[in-house]
């Protein structure tokens, strides 16, 4: 039976209306798991002005020592939209290229982004400003909960859980329950969302006894990111940036159990056999072990219960792909069930989310396998291969960039429809507007965003197909450049609708159509310009 069928059918009704959560509802929308993901798509979702109730099973004072560590560029593109990017670079390591094994290295400096980088910066860093921002954002957090069950029905949903103290005290009746319109399980590998839904989640351990520590050294590496493969084992050594570095690493003859012990010897050799040295690792203050799973969910929505991040897709840690990907599935999500539930969202809306993020996950499976298949490859001729095959991703400019550009998120573009502007469906570029900002800092609004020519905020395309009543959806701005392209641009970044068309009464009909379709802004008779928001800062691409 598809997993689809194993619960009742749910009647999609995806007009919600304004002014808050129903009588019926305690929130607008249900986040379970205070991840990067969560926290990102909570804090998007409550400066939209929806309320949102957040479930994390730890309790606030536990530290989430995560496996994370780097940061790429279509990430921190999604922070800069948040005026969060420029603070956390202040505080990692930033790295021209990614290494990978085989002694292959990917140009991120190449890329066409604000962002030429990738972050090294424990995943805590990026916890701690979103978290910071959902606070103010007027988040409701509810710690220290385990989510137990869910029941949902044309109207919305409702999650069952228990806190912390029921648990202590063995009771079975505090089973405690809050109604939404929607919930978004960001909850991880083991989601208890996706169980609820009937979820299954296809796939295989790729890699079992991996070893990983935060531990510090004698000896400084060569840089602070750094990754090797020799015969049967390899590590990766990552930098913190306060003097603690993170170590994990795999032998192929130190093969044990999940729950078997791990020592600091352990650590120690198998970053030895790696690279030679362990560069005088001592201190330990965290050890594990873990195996590296490839699976993917069917659907990332079954009714009105959507799956992002861990909890839709898990991957070896190979690229560094995964905190990203949650990241981009968050900011896909958010702008989406905010006009949702805002009452102004286009027939089908929520469904897209399943047909953009669903090959990106497939895709990053892919990818992070194929990079660690190469880590290990076991015999003479493919490890030969594996060298081969690193100088020619170093050296062939157009195959690394190509690499960089996928791994980075920078190059992933979402279908669009037939018909369609070349552009839509690409991300945009942090676009120089006129008078000195760019696109991302308007982004920061939350909205989407209009761009024209210069000569065309006021004449005949904007006379006669101005926002209605839409200031608080779409903001205006004009090129830097003399670009005669007019640009729709998402509120996560991407292109929603271009045109090039020349004669000013055939952009003015493209533009009323996309914004109607879009937004839900009718356009205004020109004889009655509704007011908007016009913003001249802007200058070059």
């Not at 249900?30 to 991840?35: D, L, P, S």
């Amino acid at each position: 039976m598809d997993a689809l069928d194993r619960k009742p059918e749910v009647t999609r009704d995806d007009t919600e209306t304004d002014g808050g959560p129903r009588p019926d509802r305690e929130a607008d929308v249900i986040v379970v798991g205070a991840g990067p993901t969560g926290l990102l798509l909570a804090g998007d979702l409550a400066e939209a002005g929806l309320a949102v109730t957040l479930l994390e099973r730890r309790d606030d004072t536990t530290s989430n020592l995560s496996r994370a560590l780097a940061v790429h560029a279509r990430s921190l593109e999604q922070l800069d939209a948040r005026g969060l990017a420029d603070e956390l670079i202040a505080g990692g390591h930033r790295l021209p290229a990614l290494q990978v094994f085989g002694g292959a290295t990917l140009p991120a400096d190449q890329l066409r982004s604000r962002f030429p980088l990738v972050l090294i910066t424990p995943q805590y860093e990026v916890e701690r400003l979103l978290l910071r921002r959902a606070r103010q954002a007027g988040v409701t957090f509810r710690y220290g909960s385990e989510v137990l069950g869910l029941d949902q029905d044309a109207d919305g949903a409702t999650v069952h859980f228990r806190t912390v103290e029921d648990a202590a005290e063995g009771s079975t009746e505090g089973v405690r329950s809050l109604r939404a319109a929607y919930v978004v399980g960001t909850d991880g590998a083991r989601s208890a969302v996706r169980e609820a839904i009937g979820l299954p989640f296809p796939g295989k351990a790729v890699i079992r006894s991996v070893v990983l520590a935060d531990v510090r050294l004698a000896r400084t590496p060569e840089s602070p990111f750094t990754v090797n493969a020799q015969g049967d084992s390899f590590a990766l050594i990552g930098s913190f940036g306060d003097g603690w570095y993170r170590v994990i690493g795999w032998s192929r003859h130190a093969q044990a159990d999940d729950n078997a012990p791990v020592d600091l010897d352990e650590v120690r050799e198998v970053t030895r056999l790696a690279f030679g040295t362990d560069y005088g690792m001592h201190d330990a203050r965290w050890i594990s072990r873990f195996h590296s799973d490839e699976r993917q969910a069917p659907a990332y929505r079954v009714g009105r219960v959507f799956l992002a991040g861990d909890a839709a897709h898990v991957h070896s840690p190979a690229g560094g792909q995964g905190m990203n990907a949650g990241l981009q599935d968050a900011a896909n999500l958010g702008w989406k069930l905010a006009a949702t539930v805002n009452g102004h969202a286009p027939d089908g809306l929520l469904d897209s989310y399943q047909d953009e993020r669903h090959p990106v996950g497939r895709a990053v499976l892919r990818s992070s396998g194929a990079i660690l298949r190469v880590a290990l490859m076991r015999s003479a001729p493919g490890r030969a291969l594996r060298h081969l095959g690193g100088q020619l991703l170093t050296r062939v400019r157009p195959l690394s960039r190509r690499a960089i550009g996928r791994v980075s998120g920078i190059d992933i573009a979402y279908p669009a429809g037939r018909g369609a502007h070349r552009l839509a469906g690409r991300r945009a570029p942090d676009i120089r507007l006129a008078g000195g900002a760019r696109l991302y800092e308007l982004l920061r609004k939350g909205r989407f965003v209009l761009i024209t020519p210069k000569d065309e905020l006021s004449p005949e395309l904007t006379e006669g197909a101005r926002p209605s009543a839409a200031p608080d959806r779409v903001v205006t701005a004009s090129w830097a450049s003399g670009r005669r392209t007019a640009l729709l641009v998402r509120p996560d970044g991407h292109i929603a609708w271009a045109t090039d068309a020349v004669a000013p009464a055939e952009r003015a009909e493209a533009l009323r159509t996309a914004l109607a379709h879009w937004t839900g802004s009718p356009a205004v008779p020109a004889s009655a310009p509704a007011p908007h928001e016009s913003v001249r800062p802007a200058a070059q691409i």
